[in-house]
């Protein structure tokens, strides 16, 4: 039997009011309290990130450092080697190349940072002369405030701009902690990232575990791409500087080309600032015009960069328009200061490969890739003791 319809009079007033308000101002209220409550959800994520970020930033470098050695640890395993002289082996070539760019660089340095400093004042003291006897108005005393102010400035918000909300070590044991944790992370990862993986994927519900495994994964391989592409980038940049200093006579050549590869990996403001200590060390030791051909050829790699190498290689390996790639690194870097410009690329990159699985529904509905690992972890151990015995 239908219930008998109330008429307006009957009805409860706050029905009332809820039908006298227009449709769209209904929808942008149940829009605006539900982005509310996600906004603070991310504001609490963030702050408790940043009360851990000791903890929080070896775990991501390690995490970077284990998408680019992981693919040479099951280049071992394919061929029937155990996984440990694999993960012996990558982590073997990855401290030799660190150890490598270290000694390059202080051992080019180490004999010239003196000079440098020297020349640098020199020229310091050359520019203001020029600027006392020119005929452009400006007063030296008024250029000498200006610079003053802004060095003042810089070191005013030098904590902001090197570390941010997550920080870096600022102690010796902070910094010794987060070295050992993050060679902690890298070689369990190494050893047993599956099963590490595998535990994460168990905290979601049984239904969801092939969503979650096939998401993650597919982020997995989109911060793996980004690594090593990242690296080729970094390698044509730091070719072509370094190659143009040492074609100009420029001093610290191989130091330049280093911290050009080193600045690389974090997008955009890496290549500003390396770019502009190449010119500045040209300036100091070849004068004006070759500091401004060292200009143009840092342009001309930059522009080969952005024009050719992102799109065509970064572009293709983690599907991140350029665009994407400036907002996220801008963001990055006024939540998290540098930590932030470093990571923020792969996060979007893993971010827009897990969105873009769950939007297509990329997995096999009704399998529990979780529970298979288990299952056939168990069989395996069960016949390996059984062997032993």
């Known amino acids: 039997m239908e219930e008998p319809k109330l008429t307006p009079d009957q009805e409860s007033p706050t029905k009332r009011a809820e039908q006298e308000l227009p449709l769209g101002m209904r929808v942008a209220a149940a829009w605006s309290w539900r982005l509310i409550i996600i906004a603070v959800a991310v504001g609490g994520l963030i702050w408790g990130i940043v009360q851990v970020r000791i903890i929080v930033i070896p775990l991501l470098i390690a995490i970077l450092l284990t998408a680019l050695l992981n693919p040479l640890v099951e280049w071992f395993v394919r061929r029937g080697l155990p996984r440990w002289t694999g993960i012996v082996a990558a982590l073997s070539v990855f401290v030799a190349a660190l150890w490598i760019l270290i000694w390059l660089i202080v051992t080019q340095l180490r004999d010239g940072f003196g000079d440098f400093s020297k020349r640098s004042v020199e020229v310091w003291n050359e520019i203001l002369e020029w600027v006392r006897h020119n005929t452009l108005g400006i007063p030296v ?6 610079v003053d102010q802004a060095l003042k400035l810089l070191e005013n918000n030098q904590g902001t701009l090197w570390t941010g909300a997550l920080g870096v ?19 369990f990862l190494l050893i047993d990232g599956k099963r590490i993986w595998y535990w994460v994927v168990g905290f979601s519900p049984a239904r969801a575990h092939a969503a979650v495994d096939a998401s993650g994964r597919a982020g997995w391989v989109s ?18 500087i370094g190659a143009g200093a040492g074609i100009l006579g420029v001093p610290f050549a191989i130091p330049i080309a280093i911290l050009v590869f080193l600045g690389s990996f974090i997008p955009f403001l890496g290549a500003i600032v390396t770019g502009g200590l190449a010119a500045f060390i040209a300036l100091v030791y070849n004068g004006p015009v070759t500091a401004l051909i060292m200009v143009g050829v840092v342009i001309l790699v930059n522009q080969i960069e952005g024009h050719v190498l992102q799109p065509l290689v970064m572009g293709n390996a983690v599907r991140v328009h350029p665009l994407g790639v400036v907002l996220a690194v801008t963001t990055g870097t006024l939540l998290a200061g540098i930590p932030g410009a470093l990571f923020a690329v792969p ?43």
């Open 141 to 146: 005393d008024q250029l000498q405030d200006f």
């Open 169 to 187: 070590a600022t102690t010796a044991t902070q910094l010794v902690t987060g070295l050992l944790l993050t060679i902690f992370s890298l070689v």
């Open 223 to 240: 911060v793996g791409q980004y690594v090593r592409v990242q690296i080729f980038v970094a390698f044509v940049d730091a070719v072509g």
């Open 347 to 389: 996060i979007a990159a893993a971010a827009n490969a897990i969105v873009s699985v769950l939007a297509k529904r990329q997995w096999a509905e009704g399998t529990d890739p979780a529970a298979e690992f288990h299952r056939r972890d168990q069989t395996h151990r069960s016949q390996k003791c059984a062997r032993n015995q």
